[in-house]
């Protein structure tokens, strides 16, 4: 009778240490991933949603989509890029739009189309989401700074409103590159 009271109390001394160490490697697992995570958030990637839709046919309201830190760290942005970018008027706050103009440029809506310089041709934009409603400009964009719009033109707090119009080099976050979720939408972002 002692010996097996001693062998279940072996038992279950024995369960004990193994459920501490399930648990001390459950929770280790749970630190690196965490740790990684915002490794990755901080330095290489941007997750983020847009509550808005401004950027429709592109990115729907509600979708969720990562872009990379890393995108201009060898290059410059370039024309239809779509950025995230810290607001020029409240830093606080996170857009995601596409680039229009580019440094030294000068940028003229007129009668909905975009001008660049002093072209005779609109930019070719089949990506927006309806014809834009307006005229707007000039707007000569500064060194280091781009001029953006939202895909949706007519529902967009973009450049054309802004206290200050452009968004500086130092405000961009990143590129964006795919959406994730939800399902229906999964893609490159184009």
């Not at 729907?60 to 995230?84: C, K």
């Not at 003229?108 to 309806?130: C, H, M, R, T, W």
């Not at 976050?173 to 939800?182: I, M, S, T």
């Amino acid at each position: 009778m002692v010996e097996d009271k001693d062998k279940d109390m072996n038992q279950k001394k024995e369960v004990g240490v193994e459920l501490k160490r399930e648990i001390l490697w459950l929770a280790k697992t749970v630190a690196i991933a965490f740790g990684l995570t915002v490794f990755l958030n901080s330095t290489m990637l941007v997750n983020a949603r847009v509550p808005s839709q401004s950027m429709e046919n592109t990115i729907e309201p509600g979708d969720r989509f990562l872009g990379t830190r890393l995108a201009y760290s060898d290059g410059d942005p370039e024309r239809f890029d779509v950025i995230v970018f810290k607001y020029p008027d409240d830093e606080s706050v996170t857009y995601v739009k596409r680039i229009i103009g580019l440094p030294g440029e000068v940028v003229n809506i007129v009668e909905g189309k975009v001008y660049i310089n002093d072209s005779q041709e609109p930019l070719e934009e089949d990506f927006i989401a309806e014809p834009m409603i307006g005229s707007y400009g000039p707007y000569e964009v500064p060194e280091d700074c781009y001029f953006v719009l939202g895909d949706n033109r007519n529902n967009s707090n973009d450049s054309r409103f802004w206290s200050n119009t452009f968004v500086s080099r130092s405000q961009i976050v990143g590129k964006a590159v795919v959406c994730y979720w939800p399902p229906a939408h999964v893609g490159l972002i184009q």
